[in-house]
């Protein structure tokens, strides 16, 4: 899994299975958990972010 | 989205950012293969494309980011119940803007008695698309990333 989702080449047999939108969670419907970790290898969690705002804005990215 | 978080911030409104896999690999930035080179990115990420807020990890595999539909480059907002009240497939600030200013309208009609149903809206929104700046920014990955992506689609 790991080596296949950190694909080495942009071609589409490599990127173009992960582009799932479509398959993405409904909007209005309680979302899955995740941990995740700051730069300083702190952990967190999805959730704990969330239940920090009213509302949070997530984009999801990399340096690429 | 750096200009967003600053200015929504003073309304309870929070920002993050997800580090994902690699979209165009290249030689400066190759692919992950480990979560400190995960880490080297997102700091590349924060230090030199200056992302403000708070970058946070997947684990390398990314369970989080397929979760919500692996796009290389897609925001969604949530409300502290951990519910997605808008997910867009590409990140763009004004969209991301226009649709805060409205969250926050429906939290002061609330406040103000006015009783709301939620209902689910599709719409096309449209973002700048500057082909020179994303060709630039792909050549800082290396050649090999600009080479792909030529190639992938047929330019």
Redesign the interface.
Known sequence: MTDFYNYDEFIPEKFEQWLRFDQSPALGKKIENFSLWDLDGNKTSLVDILDQSQFTVVEFGSFT | ?NK??DD?SS????????????????EN?????SIGQK?T??????D??GVK???????????????????????????????????S?W?DANS?RNS?EY?LDV?KRRKAGVRLA?F?VERLDYRESDRVAFYKR?AE?GPK?VE??R??FGE
Do not use: Q
Not at chain 2, 11 to 18: A, C, K, P, R, V
Not at chain 2, 29 to 33: D, K, V
Not at chain 2, 41 to 46: E, F, T, V
């Open positions: 989205m967003i978080a929504f309304e309870n409104i929070g920002s993050f950012f997800i580090y994902t896999n690699e979209a165009h690999p290249g930035y190759p692919h992950l293969t880490v990115h997102a700091k590349a990420l924060r030199i494309l807020r708070p970058i946070l990890l997947d684990v390398l595999d990314g369970p989080c980011h397929r979760y919500f539909g692996s796009m290389p480059n897609m925001t969604w907002i949530f409300n502290r119940s951990g519910i997605p009240v808008y997910k497939d990140t991301v805060l969250l939290v939620p689910t792909l990955n990333a792909e992506f190639k992938a």
